[in-house]
């Protein structure tokens, strides 16, 4: 176990502490003191510099700007191997990067003993066992060491990371989502191993989405915003204050126009995502442009890949133009007139080295087929057409996509559906990684473009949510719980809606069962 | 779909020179080549000896683009060697044993092609084995399934068989036409079917709705599925092709040798391989396209040619063959990386 005799004072202060790469501020002014013993959480949207931040800490990045002290010695840490030597040990979130397959648990639990550089030539497979029921012993963990790793679940995958992050005998451990993959008693198992810790003198930066665990666990929260801590709240935490800090208050009024409501294109019914969501309903109308929100991990992103084909939902019926919807493959789905552009643009949309043309065309290519041949000359020509109708910014259309920003790839996508005579449009959050200007200039040309078909936008990002929605649908646990017409509609209404505590007298809380929506 | 020259007219004299290196430096050295040749050996020159040079190279440039159909998919086809083989030793089997006619033996060889490569396409599109390992295993497979008819033993015409006869069939005359005939008294009908082959897969590949898909699906296979592509039908249909065209491969080789040779087959593989790496360097292509293989084929057997003419040791020519595979890599890789 960690040595217990750290005093309880700071033993790590950043001091305007930023980090920039190619030119970005990712971090900017961060001021914090880390105390040994304390839990302190670290909330914030995507992008905010979470990572970015626990990466300095972990001796990923170096920072480029501030100071960052440990025991009152001003450093930087060029490597996780000096941070660790230090104190500073990083678990990451996926599983998958924290364990090595083929190898028992044993030799996971002494990975960094057998990687590290001046770590012994010869394996003695009697001694590492040895030392690993030491270490497991050390933290009362039962494993079966000479098991291979694969045999354990997820649950367990997760403690033998964590035991190898504490047997370097950390003083401070970052822990990066570490529930995301167990389940209720899981997460009450490493909780207790969290609260022993901190008896034991070890800081711990955690960082979760799921705010019940913060609450649980945290003395302290901290809120970071567009590369800046923001505020700070003290236990017992204030759930909708941390989401609505997270979130920022940067709303404009944006003019929508109410649209003509036309006829319902999709129709769920009794609709449940997984066995553990609740069922529900839906309506999506042509013309109407339904932003779909929710908290990371609520299950927006699983609706929108069940709409499309690419996976199956666990109950209920799906009607699209009233006959019944189960499509089975992307094919299907675009063949139906179904579109989604993924909200990983490099995985979902890009093909490395395909020019703006072939990126934007690749789902249509058959409209551009004579005999078998592709008409180039048509080709060029419709995508000119869409890169001047959508304002794309590029220096021509033989321009690799990977070479444009953000918010121009993004419009090469919206111009790559929009080639289509689309019955329902999902794009999955397509403001993702597009700067403030790009992002209303997209907003607009969705909406221009919504005539004739139904649109589903998923944005995490309530004031993005707001900027460009007819109809608010809020999502949590992979239901569909709370609408939210627009009009009227204000930030701090689908910030308790998404924090999962509606007020009271909300007309719009979900019933017991379905849930019309 | 290649890509124009990246370096604007506003880049530093250095980059520009970079840009054009990476654009033609192969295409500049095959002309260095034949020029060096040519002044050494005036005999290179010599039409017959260029067709020479083709026909030399024609069955592994069909084999090569069927390599380079594969990697457009982003697989690897390594067992088109052993179907050219198969292909080779059945078309002898099938006109020197059976004395079926050389339709049938050409029916029969791209049919055992066709099979070959839909288990290849089964192995990695239903059992998901990684596209390297399958092929080598059937590239395992189908040499030993080769040997098998004739008992491992060379087929030619009036060989005993086992049963003590005279095998019954001969190779047809315009069969071995194929391999033999020269058009105009010049032109070998190989390099035809050879050139006839690169300009199909150029026009598949670049001017087609399953080309394009097939670059797609080799650049980023998920991003081509939520396209609509149908992945795996592609994914077959490439190593359909592949295995057709070295069907077609292991046939002209059938003409030109006259027998069912059962070492024939042997090295093809690696040629073909090494012809449509050094394509990718050819016009900064960086992927395979069918000009560029038919360019590293041409450019590996130039040099090959030439070298020989110049008394050039024969065991030297492996040497040769991988110092420009890897200097083409060199210009593919690591060249172009360090453009912006």
């Known amino acids: 176990m960690p040595s217990c005799s750290a005093p309880a004072t700071t033993f790590i202060r950043l001091r305007g502490l930023g980090k920039s790469f190619a030119g970005t501020r990712v971090l900017e002014g961060i001021d914090l003191e880390i105390r040994p013993g304390e839990v302190l959480a670290l909330l ?7 990572s970015t931040l626990v990466k300095v800490l972990a001796g990923s990045h170096r920072h480029d700007a501030g100071e960052l002290s440990i025991d009152g010695r001003s ?31 044993a030799e996971n639990l002494l990975l960094d003993e057998l990687c ?98 913060l609450q649980r666990l945290a003395d302290r929260a901290l809120v970071l915003r567009d590369g800046r801590l923001v505020t700070a709240f003290e236990a ?91 499509p089975r493959s992307p094919k299907q789905a675009i063949d139906a007139g179904v579109f989604l552009a993924g909200e990983d643009r490099a995985r979902c949309s890009r093909v490395p080295g395909f020019s703006l043309r072939a990126s934007m065309t690749l789902p249509f290519l058959q409209r551009f087929s004579r005999w078998g041949l592709l008409d180039l000359a048509v080709e060029r020509e419709v995508v000119q057409a869409q890169v001047q109708a959508l304002g794309i910014k590029a220096p021509g259309i033989e321009q690799p996509l990977e070479l444009l920003s953000g918010g121009n790839q993004q419009k090469v996508i919206l111009g790559r559906w929009l080639l289509g005579t689309g019955r329902l449009l999902i794009l999955d959050e397509p403001f993702q990684g597009v700067d403030v200007r790009a992002r209303r200039d997209i907003g607009r040309r969705i909406r221009e473009s919504a005539a004739g078909r139904a649109t589903l936008v998923i944005c995490s990002d309530p004031d993005e949510a707001l900027e460009i929605a007819d109809r608010l649908l809020v999502v949590r646990g992979g239901a569909v719980v709370a609408e939210l017409p627009r009009p009227g509609l204000l930030r701090a209404d689908i910030i308790a809606h998404l924090a999962g505590t509606p007020p009271p007298a909300s007309l719009h809380s979900p019933r017991q069962g379905a849930v019309r929506v | 779909m290649s890509r124009p020259a990246a370096a604007s007219a506003t880049a530093k004299p250095a980059a520009r020179l970079l840009d054009f290196l990476i654009h033609y430096a192969l295409l500049l050295l095959l002309a260095l080549l034949v020029f060096v040749f040519a002044l050494l050996e005036p005999a290179f020159l010599r039409l017959g000896n260029l067709f020479l040079i083709l026909q ?11 390599v380079t159909l594969s990697m457009a998919v982003g697989g690897l086809d390594l067992s088109i060697g052993a179907v050219a083989a198969l292909s080779l030793m059945s078309a002898s089997y099938v006109m020197v044993v059976l004395d079926w006619g050389g339709l049938a033996a050409i029916a029969v060889s791209l049919a055992l092609g066709t099979l070959v490569g839909l288990f290849n396409g089964w192995l990695i599109v239903r059992l998901r084995v990684p596209d390297i390992l399958a092929t080598l295993g059937s590239m395992f497979l189908v040499l030993g399934l080769q040997l098998i008819p004739s008992g491992g033993r060379s087929i030619a015409v009036g060989m005993i068989l086992a049963n003590g006869d005279e095998a019954p069939g001969a190779f047809a005359g315009w069969f071995l036409a194929l391999g033999r005939a020269q058009l105009w008294g010049r032109v070998p009908l190989a390099v035809l079917v050879m050139l006839g082959c690169a300009l199909l897969v150029w026009l598949f590949l670049e001017r087609t709705r399953p080309g394009r898909l097939f670059y797609a699906i080799g650049g980023n296979e998920q991003a081509a599925r939520l396209a ?18 070295a069907s077609l491969g292991g046939l002209l080789l059938a003409a030109r040798l006259g027998r069912g040779d059962v070492s024939s087959g042997n090295g093809l593989v690696l040629d073909a391989l090494g012809a449509a790496l050094i394509g ?16 590293g084929a041409v450019l590996v057997a130039t040099l090959l040619n030439g070298l020989t003419m110049l008394n050039a040791p024969y065991y030297a020519q492996d040497f040769v063959k991988g110092a420009v595979l890897v200097a083409a890599l060199m210009f593919t890789f690591g060249l172009a990386q360090r453009m912006p």
Not at chain 1, 44 to 50: D, E, I
Not at chain 1, 180 to 199: M, Q, V
Not at chain 2, 230 to 241: G, S
């Open chain 1, 236 to 326: 017992p935490l204030d759930l909708s204050a941390a989401v609505d800090a997270m979130l920022g208050s940067r709303l404009e009024e944006v003019a929508l126009q109410a649209p003509e409501s036309g006829e319902v294109v999709l129709a769920l019914r009794a609709w449940r995502l997984h066995s553990r969501s609740v069922a529900f309903d839906l309506d999506l109308r042509a013309g109407e442009v339904v932003a779909l929100t929710g908290l990371l991990g609520a299950g927006k992103s699983a609706i929108g890949e069940t709409l499309f084909g690419l996976r199956r939902q666990h109950a209920g019926d799906m009607f699209l133009d009233g006959r019944p919807w189960a």
């Open chain 1, 75 to 105: 450093l930087h840490l060029e490597s996780p191997q000096q941070a660790r030597r230090m104190g500073l040990v990083a678990v990451h979130q996926q599983v998958e990067q924290g364990v090595v397959r083929g190898l028992s648990v």
């Open chain 2, 56 to 66: 030399s190279v024609s069955i592994v440039a069909l084999l090569a683009l069927g």
């Open chain 2, 228 to 245: 609509g592509a149908a992945v795996e039908r592609y994914k077959l249909l490439a190593y359909v092709l592949s295995a057709l065209l």
């Open chain 1, 116 to 213: 590290a550089p001046r770590g012994a030539t010869f394996f003695s497979p009697r001694a590492a066992l040895r030392r690993a029921a030491e270490i497991a012993a050390g933290l009362d963990l039962r494993l079966p060491l000479q098991a291979s790793i694969e045999s354990l679940g997820a649950a367990e995958q997760q403690l033998v990371i964590l035991a190898r992050a504490l047997a370097l005998k950390p003083r401070l451990l970052i822990l990066d989502e570490p529930t995301a993959a167990l389940s209720t008693p899981e997460a009450e198992r490493l909780f207790g191993l969290i609260e022993r810790l901190r008896e034991a003198g070890v800081a711990i930066l955690y960082i979760s989405h799921r705010l019940s665990d």
């Open chain 2, 280 to 295: 990718f360097a050819v016009l900064g292509a960086r992927k395979p396209n069918a000009f560029g293989t038919l360019v």
């Open chain 1, 44 to 50: 914030g949207a995507n992008g905010a510099g979470k």
